[in-house]
């Protein structure tokens, strides 16, 4: 799924972020040249003693790189380094939160407020290193370290949000905050720490704190425990192939990817497929084999389900209901509202209204296409009734049919290297950026590809790094995330280093990495995550980038799709591989009417996940449900239909029980609505406009969490979205 990765809860009080308790994963991005002195003051850990420093010599956490622009020395950082690096950066940041506590001057913004976000550098230093790795290139002992890092950090959030001591400094400056004429970002640094404390139980009793702190902890370790549990069933299952008739259908890239994948696993001679998106969605689409087609449906949506080892059925249900006691202790009916009242939408209800409104029209039109496809079916003379595992096989058949067209045929326009100077075409337009790759600099993996980005007016501003391809040791989806944040806070200057994660099919035989029209949307998708981190002007390091409510930060990479698809854009990257020739405009047509093809569908298993969110985040009963059952007549009650399976059923639900959209996978949709209407500004005043590229950058991409998201919006766009150009994007509503 397009989004971002979360850090576990407990890394996020490494106090640039405890600012914002429920704030998103790292992002980050800078506008101007860093001096050598402010790089190595970024990279040296704060508040360790000498004593440290010297007993870990040979650790990288504990002294500047050395590398350019401090990048993670890779290549030095062993697993071995992680749990000192993690233990000292506790003890330091204890240290500096101590002293602050001790300070007998009056508390004020500077010595408490700014004190509190300027601390706790090493522990942001390693985190961001270990969390990126664990999602992205994991090993066995980095799973291992996860359990035993886990609670520490748990355990050290608590420490410092149920400190009584240090939330009556924090109380204080708050109370005052109508005389301090503080600033825009000073007021909501403010906002956000203080809340950070009410909301992670600072009011609570002595005695519920200790249970708060228990709660924390055991969450934690089963959130992991289903993070590793859905890693090892996507990896263990396997459909393996030995008769070449089976195959019949699938294009031969496919084919040649399959036999790769076998020849890795061991079955030399044969083909295999697996539940990774880039090899099960071309199996659906195009296997003639329905048995096959089932079986590896089943085996996909099955994930955690199997009641073996990795089940994750009784651990996501102890979740869902310790989070229920969590919100309860705190005062909140559910926890679907203590997540709200931080979000844009504020209540449950006012997301259930959202998908009221959506949902009507969309299963309208998703059983308009059950019927298109059944009648097909029956042409044939199939003699069956259309199932879940049929649908992407039949619906591309339709496609075919209406639009004489399939993704098939815009593989050979997307190459990966060109699509992504596609993306980089289109940042340059719009926001005057360019890019230099860079093979000499550290990398976590060798496929990373790495780029120096520098500003329009020739500063280098970012590193980005591109890590395109799938493999065993990466989870699933595709997000965006940083190895450091931008800010300009304390005397150091931070330049962002920001990485899009992606799961495309890799390479076969010499020919170049090709993608579907949807995978290179995905990449525009990711890039538009990029540039919120890479534009990022901000003073406070917690306020960097994407540091914004969830039902919000998916808004800019929403918008950073829709110029994939714009003809002027297609025609600098749009490449045949071969012979160099521009995708035709014919081609293109048929792209943008089939657009709205299938909108049905895709809108109706995005919407019953969230609506299978909302249910197990809005419970009262803090007893473990049944999560078959559940999960049933969750589903029954909105009236889902038997040919569509929600995007994610519970058991492989990582985003809810392993990640942070908790109550919010209805964010993408949520966002959709402001990415279209934002998009509607620029078709009014020309897709490259100058004037309104500006205000988007200054207004929304720049600004980060240093203000109220909904105000920066109206600031952009003169007015509140409407849910219109959304609806008509997805062709649920009359043009």
Request: charged fraction near 25%; proline fraction near 4%.
């Amino acid at each position: 799924m397009k989004g971002l990765t979360l850090k576990p809860r407990a890394v996020t009080f490494t106090f640039s972020a405890i600012a914002l308790a429920l704030a998103l994963s790292s992002m980050s991005g800078c506008s101007s040249q860093q001096s050598d002195a402010a790089v190595q003051a970024a990279a040296a850990p704060n508040a360790v003693s000498t004593q440290i420093i010297t007993e870990n010599a040979s650790n990288p956490f504990f002294k500047p790189y050395g590398t350019f622009v401090e990048i993670p020395d890779f290549d030095k950082i062993k697993a071995e380094h992680y749990l000192p690096a993690f233990k000292a950066g506790i003890a330091a940041q204890h240290e500096q939160i101590q002293a602050i506590i001790d300070n007998k001057a009056a508390p004020t913004f500077a010595n408490t407020i700014e004190a509190m976000e300027f601390s706790g550098d090493l522990l942001d230093r390693v985190s961001n290193v270990f969390y990126n790795l664990t999602s992205a290139d994991t090993t066995p002992e980095l799973q291992a370290l996860s359990k035993e890092v886990s609670p520490m950090l748990s355990s050290a959030e608590d420490d410092i949000l149920l400190n009584d001591k240090l939330f009556q400094r924090v109380k204080a400056v708050y109370d005052a905050k109508d005389g301090l004429k503080l600033n825009t970002a000073q007021a909501k640094l403010l906002e956000d720490t203080y809340k950070a404390f009410t909301r992670g139980g600072a009011n609570l009793s002595e005695q519920d704190k200790t249970k708060l702190r228990a709660l924390n902890e055991e969450i934690g370790k089963l959130s992991l425990s289903f993070g590793d549990n859905l890693l090892a069933e996507t990896n263990a299952f396997e459909l393996v192939i030995d008769n070449k008739a089976d195959l019949a259908g699938l294009p031969d890239d496919v084919i040649a990817s399959a036999a790769e994948t076998a020849k890795k696993r061991g079955h030399e001679g044969k083909w295999v497929f697996t539940t990774s998106r880039p090899s099960i969605t071309p199996f659906l689409t195009y296997a003639e084999n329905r048995e096959l087609r089932e079986k590896i449906y089943k085996g996909y949506i099955e994930r955690g389900n199997n009641n073996n080892a990795n089940d994750n059925k009784v651990i996501l249900a102890k979740i869902a209901a310790l989070r229920a006691e969590r919100a309860q202790l705190m005062g909140y009916k559910t926890h679907a509202d203590f997540v709200l009242e931080e979000r844009t939408a504020k209540t449950p209800e006012n997301v259930y209204g959202l998908l009221n409104k959506v949902w009507p029209a969309a299963l309208a039109q998703a059983k308009a296409e059950v019927a298109d496809m059944q009648a097909l079916i029956d042409s044939q003379g199939g003699k069956f009734k259309l199932q879940a595992w049929d649908w992407d096989y039949y619906a591309d058949k339709i496609r075919v049919a209406k639009y004489s067209f399939n993704e098939q045929q815009t593989r050979p326009y997307f190459s990966l290297d060109c699509t992504i100077q596609g993306v980089f075409y289109t940042a340059n337009r719009l926001y005057g950026l360019t890019f230099k790759e860079r093979t000499d600099l550290p990398k976590y993996n060798s496929e990373v590809r790495t780029f120096e980005v520098y500003d329009k007016d020739g500063k280098l501003m970012a590193i980005f790094m591109g890590d395109y391809f799938a493999r065993d040791s990466k989870r699933g989806g595709a997000w965006m995330n940083s190895y450091r944040k931008q800010y300009h806070m304390n005397g150091v200057d931070s330049l962002p280093i920001i990485v899009n994660v992606l799961n495309f099919p890799r390479p076969v035989g010499n020919e170049p990495a090709l993608l579907t029209f949807d995978e290179a949307s995905t990449l525009f998708h990711e890039f538009g995550h990029a540039l919120h981190g890479m534009l990022s002007k901000v003073e406070y390091r917690s306020q960097g980038g994407t540091a914004v409510p969830r039902d919000y930060v998916e808004f800019p990479s929403q918008v950073n799709e829709n110029w994939m698809t714009q003809p002027e854009v297609l025609a600098q990257f749009a490449k045949h591989y071969k012979t160099g020739e521009v995708i035709p405009q014919e081609l293109v047509k048929k792209i943008q009417a089939a657009s709205k093809f299938n909108q049905g569908f895709a809108t109706v298993e995005y919407m019953a996940a969230t609506k299978l969110d909302l249910d197990w985040h809005t419970l009262t009963d803090t007893t473990p449900k049944d999560t078959a059952k559940f999960e049933a007549d969750s589903l029954a009650a909105m009236g889902l239909i038997s040919e569509i399976s929600p995007r994610y059923r519970s058991t492989y639900f990582s985003h809810i029980f392993a990640g942070g959209y908790s109550a919010g996978y209805y964010s993408y949709l949520w966002s959709d609505i402001l990415g279209a209407d934002a998009f509607e500004a620029f078709k009014e005043n020309g897709i490259f406009d100058k004037t309104t590229a500006d205000a988007f950058r200054n207004n929304i991409l720049s600004r980060g969490g240093s203000d109220d998201p909904m105000l920066m919006y109206k600031n952009f766009r003169g007015k509140e979205a409407g849910i219109e150009p959304l609806l008509r994007s997805r062709g649920l509503l009359a043009e």
